[in-house]
């Protein structure tokens, strides 16, 4: 087989054109790669660059949030602007961060003030001197034995009672921010029955006052009548006398034993709502407190109705306690006087 000479050298010379501009192209990009490093790219960006001083409070940013839980500039009512001045990215992203730091702030008062969290620093066995965190817990996370929330938020610029601080900026609180699983755990966890147990325990349980009287309308019945179940010989030695206004509720339902409800109708008397005169006497649904008629039909009007019956009612368990405290005393030298009782009464 015979091979034209002159091809076989063209097809020399083309390969060794090519791998020369290969080899050139290589040697630029070198080249642009060397100079592009020698390069502070941070200080190309800052030539004309006004100087990186933002305001420190949402005031001073002359933003605001409205009543939707917004962000809106004080004056013109706009959302937040990213490009405040043009063709300086890198300014107006400082200025972006500046205002996130505030706004992070801002979220951390709204736990503290609007949902009653209180701040645990992290770690709890933490030096002076050692990097710290913190947490954010509700009174009863500890304590409460029904259910418990757990919130978790991602890394980077978000913080604590926050899902993402974009949509705090360009949405709204709601969508940004933890507050509204924080509010509807609260809502949930915190019934009528639970927050009345919850403040017996903390501060009426410790009170120093001997006779404790208790005016519960309408639910604050039942809550009243769980405590009692719940706490039944620390109520019976404070309360003196409970008055209901249409209460609604029941001790079978409620499962109230015996001793309950006999406690119930030495101590409790329901004003309810009936077209009878005030006191008339309304025939019992269960069997526990005596059920008295407020004079009114209407649910609300019961307990301002009923107001000056249900002080005669206190008066007069005060007295009975007050006469049986006197028969309890050992007989002694010391004469006590009706009018001595009379004063401790009007004390009242």
Request: hydrophobic residues 35%; contains cysteine.
């Amino acid at each position: 087989m015979l091979v034209r000479a002159d091809i076989f050298i063209f097809y020399i010379v083309w390969i060794t054109m090519a791998q020369l501009l290969a080899q050139e192209e290589k040697e630029k990009t070198t080249a642009l790669k060397d100079l592009l490093s020698r390069i502070d790219l941070d200080e190309l960006m800052k030539k004309d660059e006004p100087p990186l001083i933002f305001p420190k409070t949402l005031e001073e940013f002359e933003y605001t949030f409205n009543e939707h839980g917004q962000l809106r500039h004080t004056t013109t009512g706009d959302p937040f602007v990213f490009n405040y001045k043009e063709d300086l990215h890198r300014w107006n992203q400082k200025r972006y961060e500046a205002l996130g730091e505030i706004i992070t702030q801002y979220v951390y008062e709204c736990l503290e003030k609007d949902c009653k969290l209180r701040k645990e620093m992290l770690p709890v066995d933490a030096t002076e001197d050692e990097p710290k965190s913190f947490i954010y817990l509700s009174e009863d996370a500890l304590t409460n034995a029904d259910k418990l929330l757990v919130l978790i938020q991602g890394s980077g610029v978000v913080r604590v009672g926050q899902w993402a601080r974009r949509l705090i900026i360009n949405e709204d609180l709601n969508s940004g921010t933890q507050i509204p699983f924080i509010n509807r755990a609260m809502k949930e966890n915190s019934s009528p029955e639970e927050h009345t147990l919850y403040v017996w325990d903390h501060f009426i349980s410790k009170s120093l006052a001997e006779n404790i009287f208790v005016v519960a309308h309408s639910y604050g019945g039942l809550s009243f009548v769980e405590l009692l179940i719940q706490r039944e010989d620390e109520v019976k030695s404070h309360v003196s006398a409970v008055a209901m206004t249409d209460s609604v509720h029941n001790v079978w339902h409620q499962e109230a034993n015996r001793s309950i409800q006999e406690w119930l109708k030495e101590r409790c008397c329901n004003w309810v709502s009936s077209s009878e005169p005030l006191d008339t006497p309304v025939d019992p649904m269960l069997p526990d407190c005596l059920r008295l008629s407020a004079g009114t039909e209407r649910h609300e009007l019961t307990s301002w109705k009923s107001f000056h019956s249900i002080f005669k009612f206190f008066d007069k368990h005060l007295e009975q306690q007050m006469e049986d405290d006197v028969a309890e005393e050992e007989p002694s030298t010391t004469v006590t006087t009706r009018g001595s009782n009379r004063a401790k009464h009007e004390d009242l």
